[in-house]
């Protein structure tokens, strides 16, 4: 017996398992995308209807698609995205809000596309995919604004955002301010940032922030925080604190996360006065902790500026064709 004949059914076996599979996915992936739909538009016919149930008729329908959906930061972008969208006669969705799964901006991205909305907003987090998928959009003549992060080999029209430089500088600044009032002749500063490669922003602030200290005697030092899990930052903080000959005297956070994190394991240790923290943002949490001098202080970006910005020029591109590929928002220091 020819033993090519007797392995051929295995073989024909494993390629009717891969095709079952690969088919499989396909009615997945429509499945997910039919049913986020189907549910968005019952949300949508929801908000188009007033109290008084009369109807609300907008020209135009914008995605805002952010990484913390429920979090006091993108709630804020939400707020002023949301106001200018009303002014404009425009409905801004907060993409994925009230879904019953928590979708990846990559994911929420394709179903804004295939959603076929007339603009995008997005934070861009450097990956591929997501530079792909924005290309995909802008092929497909949707515009996308970046913001917060950019996509800056992308071909979106615009980025709304602080600059990244600029942003780096003001907390070396702030740093200078916290040595002053040390008084130690060496100090040794930790800044937290993302371990994403890809990701040049946090990369970019860091060296603001380097070059504001060059002429200092200050040990500097990145530590990246994979974000992998849900507990990354508290778990790195934590490391970071009880390195006995390591502690820093500052840590700087350059995420409103990082910043609650810092706060919530410096409390809980009792090293309170021992560490300064300067953070990012600013909440009812941050603030608080500023009061009780435990948060140093805190660079704040004007969230509803961004949200407001983006969602203007979003409308001036869609109605003129040009707008600036940059947009600067305000930053403020909250000490």
Sequence with gaps: MNTNDIKKPSINKRKLISFIVFLFSILLLFSIIFGMNYYRKQLIDRELNNSQGDTKYYSKHFALIIENLDSPFGESIY????????????????????????????????????????????????????TKYINQATAAGIPVVTVLEDAPISERISFVGANQYQLGKYYGNQILKSVSLLNKEQTRVVVLLGANEKNKGSDIIFTGIKDSLAKE????????????????????????????????????????????????????????????????????????????????STIVIDTKQIGEYSVKILDEYLTFGMISEYIPISIDIVE
Excluded: W
Aim: with cysteine; charged share 25%.
């Design 79 to 130: 707020g002023g995205a949301r106001a200018k969208g009303d002014e404009l006669g425009i409905y801004v969705e907060n993409f994925g809000e009230n879904l019953h799964f928590p979708y990846s901006i990559k994911e929420r991205l394709k179903m804004a596309i295939a959603s076929g909305v007339h603009g995008i907003i997005i934070q861009a987090n450097g990956d591929d995919e997501t």
């Design 217 to 296: 005697t200050i040990e500097l030092e990145p530590v990246a925080i994979d974000r992998q899990s849900a507990f990354s930052s508290e778990e790195t903080i934590h490391k970071i604190i009880m390195d006995k000959d390591k502690t820093p005297d500052i840590i700087v956070c350059l995420n409103q996360a990082d910043t609650i994190s810092a706060y919530q394991t410096i409390v809980d240790y009792n090293m309170v006065g021992d560490i300064d923290i300067i953070g990012y943002y600013n909440s009812e949490v941050i603030q608080l902790a500023i009061e009780k001098n435990i948060i140093d």
